[in-house]
């Protein structure tokens, strides 16, 4: 049976690149190393990798052993966590993979206060582009906790954290800001407009396609940029208008919000593989208490309530 330190050498190999490199990382010797790495080979039956002159690949096997290598070895390294923390060391690391828009908007509250409650516990955060990637990198042993829509076909334990409602933001002296309905707007009034859109790797992409797709339109592209609060500033001087969270709007913000009629909304979850552990069921209830899904700011912007956090389900 392999074991946990053979599975970090394939790990470590494959990262560096080299078996030199991986050696130089490990702090053992090449040789010692690529004994172990053969080892390996013969107890799985085949070789995992394809030692190229300057590079290493992976065969079929080798891919097909990576990512459960990397979830065995995320998995000792929580368990080891766990102990501890049951021992009553409240030390280490808590690692939160999410999305990037969800990063910006949703984590800053609830991480400050984590960080007063927990000094001694740091966190690792790991950002992606689109949920399918965050679900992927989750299934593989890449974080504790992972925020974000609701992920498809996920067997682990699941909480609803809140709804988040997307914004049109554009110049305040857009015609559509200034009309007589000047707190929404229908998207298919925008049909004519060149937007400031995402790249097509960000999942925001797809939130403002099927938006406009539900509008009956597809929106024509003024530019591209990857991250919501750029967006919303490329808006706010006047490129076109653009779709972004609600709690990426910084206070006292420059450019005009509008709802879009009928609304855009976007679920978010918490998802673990396995039932979290004290310190992260701990961080699971500072994030749905705390969650700013349509800050206090934005709402009086809008005319709306004033209360910060969306009520729970």
């Excluded at 991986?22 to 690529?34: V, Y």
């Excluded at 080892?39 to 039956?45: I, Q």
């Excluded at 009034?189 to 097509?200: C, G, I, Q, S, Y």
Aim: charged share 20%; net charge neutral; aromatic share 6%.
């Amino acid at each position: 049976m392999a074991t946990l330190r053979q599975l970090e050498y394939l790990v470590t190999i494959v990262d560096e690149g080299s078996f030199t490199r991986a050696a130089e990382q490990l702090r053992i010797t090449q040789p010692g190393l690529s004994h172990q790495f053969q080892a390996l080979e013969r107890e799985v039956g085949g070789p995992l990798l394809e030692r190229l002159p300057r590079a290493v690949r992976l065969t079929p096997a080798g891919r097909a052993m990576l990512p459960h290598a990397r979830a065995a070895l995320a998995d000792a390294e929580r368990a080891t966590t766990a102990a501890r923390r049951a021992a009553g060391v409240a030390t280490g690391e808590l690692h939160l993979a999410t999305l990037y828009s969800i990063s910006f908007g949703v984590l800053p509250t609830a991480l400050g206060i984590w960080r007063g409650r927990y000094p001694g516990v740091r966190v690792r955060l790991f950002e992606h582009r689109r949920a399918d990637d965050l679900t992927a990198a989750m299934a593989a042993g890449q974080a504790d906790i992972a925020l974000g829509p609701p992920p498809t076909d996920w067997d682990g334990p699941t909480r609803y954290i809140g709804t988040e409602e997307f914004l049109v933001v554009t110049h305040t002296n857009d015609p559509i800001a200034t009309s007589a309905q000047a707190s929404r707007v229908r998207l298919s009034d925008l049909a004519d407009r060149e937007w400031v859109h995402f790249t097509p790797d960000s999942g925001l992409a797809d939130i403002l396609d099927q938006a406009c797709a539900g509008a009956g339109f597809h929106p024509k592209t003024a530019v591209r940029t990857e991250q919501a609060p750029a967006a919303a500033n490329y808006a706010s001087a006047g490129l076109g208008p653009t779709l972004v969270p609600a709690n990426t709007i910084p206070p006292h913000f420059a450019g005009a919000l509008l709802r879009p009629d009928p609304p855009v909304h976007r679920q978010l979850t918490a998802y673990t593989r396995t039932g979290p552990d004290p310190i992260a069921a701990a961080f699971l209830e500072i994030l749905t208490d705390q969650a700013l899904l349509m800050p206090a700011h934005v709402r009086r912007r809008l005319h709306l309530p004033d209360r910060a956090t969306q009520p729970r389900r």
